[in-house]
């Protein structure tokens, strides 16, 4: 890379695909990118989510393919805000930066693209896998 490209990251489920994109290439250029390395990555044709999976299409993968960005990046707690992205646009101009962390999910076939739900799954420490004894410890003179 020569670095004008923006490092992403998108999210849906488990996984974690981190692309290089051209910020003046059209978003379809990022939407293919995407497509090429799911269907690559994933040939059995299912994504992993706690929800359970979610199946990819077959065919018309870029056309059902819906982003959106951290509603605060600093709290992923707060959720997603859907990114009304054309195929046109550049992500550039629709302020998507360096290191964002965007969402996607799949269109299901006569479902409206604004009501589709954005499940992403972050890695969450348990505290009990350290033992609840451990680092409560004090130590006696």
Partial sequence: MDGTHLSLRFKHGLHTIFLFVDPLQPVSAMTTLLSDVIRERYPDGELATSQGPT?????????????????????????????????????????????SVLAFAIAEAGRNAEDVEFVVDWPVMDEDEFGEDEGDETLEP
């Fill in 55 to 99: 199946p990819i299409p077959s065919a018309d993968l870029e056309e059902k393919l819906v982003y959106a960005k951290l509603t605060n990046p600093a709290d992923p707690a707060e959720g997603w805000q859907r990114l009304d992205l054309k195929p046109s646009d550049t992500p550039g101009r629709k302020g998507i930066t360096d290191g």
